[in-house]
């Protein structure tokens, strides 16, 4: 996605609309640091304004992520949460791509 930021900024510093394009060729399939730092920086929110569904203890502030791809190219996250309750259930989520962003999972 770094390159879709930095499509974004040049059409803003020259004045011209954005219009989405396909990454190009030498985008490797994977999530780039842009958006591993978008996702750690998503559920950091979401977890400092959540409950554990099944104890209601807040979660705590460690996350996990963890990148994973397959043989046509397609990626995932695997965000990792716990509450801080005395069973510390652990939650997961998952983050894909989609189209030209990200999709955000719910916690499962
Ligand atoms: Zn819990």
């Known amino acids: 996605m770094d390159w879709m930021l930095l499509n974004t900024i040049c059409s ?3 004045g011209v609309p954005y ?11 994977g999530p780039t640091e842009t958006d591993l730092w ?3 920086l998503t559920y950091e929110f979401v977890v400092d304004r959540s409950a554990c ?3 209601q203890a807040p979660f705590g502030r460690r ?3 963890t990148e994973s791809r397959n043989g046509s190219g397609t990626w995932w996250i ?4 716990r509450c801080r309750g005395w069973r510390r259930h652990r ?7 989609w189209g030209d962003g990200l999709r955000f999972g719910e916690w499962v």
């Open 63 to 65: 996350l996990r992520l």
């Open 38 to 40: 978008i996702t750690r």
């Open 91 to 97: 939650f997961t989520a998952l983050v894909t791509e």
């Open 53 to 55: 569904d099944k104890c």
């Open 19 to 29: 219009v989405p394009q396909a990454p190009p060729a030498w985008v490797e399939a």
């Open 12 to 14: 803003i510093y020259l």
């Open 78 to 81: 695997t965000v990792g949460a």
